[in-house]
């Protein structure tokens, strides 16, 4: 059974950092591009971030861009997402997901998890 767990989610004052995890199982992981979007209350999901299966090529949202990095440990079939300065307007649910090719729209992934919370204050 295919299954994606985030964790690293928290309260945090603005300009602190987080790193978010998320564990992959029930596939090979290393063949899948992964992602992280958000979703703040009241706004659709957006994309943050994103890191393709073959040569980890990424590509950010301009609103983490220079402030987070997403990387992945094939090893461990985790994807993480290390946020930096963050602020208050990054505060949402934060979502993984996997698919077939490291887009930026939400139906370009299969499979997603159940949401980190991330709240930032001032």
């Known amino acids: 059974q295919v299954q994606l767990v985030e964790s690293g989610g928290g309260l945090v004052q603005a300009g602190g950092s987080l790193r978010l995890s998320c564990v992959d199982s029930?596939?090979?992981?290393?063949?899948?591009?992964m992602a992280w979007f958000r979703q703040a209350p009241g706004k659709e999901r957006e994309f943050v971030a994103t890191?393709?299966?073959?040569?980890?090529?990424?590509y950010y949202a301009d609103s983490g861009k220079g402030r987070f990095t997403i990387s992945r440990d094939n090893a461990k079939n985790t994807v993480y997402l290390q946020m930096n300065s963050l602020k208050p307007e990054d505060t949402a649910v934060y979502y993984c997901?996997?698919?077939?090719?490291?887009?930026?729209?939400?139906?370009?992934?299969?499979?997603w998890g159940q949401g980190t919370q991330v709240t930032v204050f001032s």
């Open positions: 029930g596939r090979t992981f290393s063949s899948y591009a």
């Open positions: 997901a996997a698919g077939l090719i490291a887009g930026t729209m939400s139906d370009e992934y299969d499979d």
């Open positions: 890191i393709s299966w073959n040569d980890g090529r990424t």
